[in-house]
């Protein structure tokens, strides 16, 4: 049997300008209860190339700090759904996170960031027409995407500084 997982809190304060929204947190993350807990993950090295700061070098609610001050929130797109291991391609019965709701209660935010295809295709529908927001997709941080080195992938997030100046 295949058990229920479900999301984190969302990360954020009334100053988030970017939301960078994963799909739902993997096996590490749920054993750690903490975002992107797998050492595989890129996620803190990208993001922390977006804000030229090294986020791996911290512990973890003093990363979570930092993305705040730069105006970086986080959630899932997922809020529970059926997934045996850490890959998105096992995700089923997916019901999603209020994102719309969040979106409207944060004065601030002007981007929403999708870290991978999984969470774009679950929180864009979600999101179409509401606020005036840009929504970007990302390359997953995820080891499972290989595909793209990490130089590649740093390219496309860095894209993300330009919102939060």
């Given amino acids: 049997m295949t058990e229920r997982k479900s999301s984190f809190d969302p990360v954020v304060n009334a100053s988030t300008r970017v939301l960078i929204l994963g799909s739902l947190p993997g096996e590490a993350s749920l054993a750690a209860q903490r975002y992107y807990a797998n ?3 890129q996620f803190w090295r990208l993001v922390g190339g ?3 700061r090294d986020l791996c070098s911290l512990e973890y ?3 979570l700090a930092a993305l705040l001050e730069h105006g970086i929130g986080l959630w899932d797109s997922i809020g529970t759904a059926t997934r045996r291991g850490s890959l998105d391609t096992a995700i089923r019965d997916v019901r999603a996170n209020p994102l719309a ?3 409207t209660t944060l004065p601030a935010l002007h981007v929403i960031a999708f870290n991978g295809a999984k969470s774009a295709m679950i929180g864009a529908a979600q ?3 509401v606020g005036d927001f ?4 990302l390359p ?3 080891p499972a995407h290989a595909a793209l080195s990490f130089e590649a992938k740093l390219a496309q997030w860095t894209t993300l500084r330009k919102f939060l100046r």
Wanted: no cysteine; charged share 25%; glycine share 4%.
């Fill in 39 to 41: 050492p595989r993950n």
């Fill in 50 to 52: 977006v804000i030229d």
């Fill in 61 to 63: 609610d003093a990363r």
């Fill in 101 to 103: 709701q969040l979106a």
């Fill in 127 to 129: 999101l179409a027409g």
């Fill in 134 to 137: 840009t929504l970007i997709r």
């Fill in 140 to 142: 997953s941080s995820s």
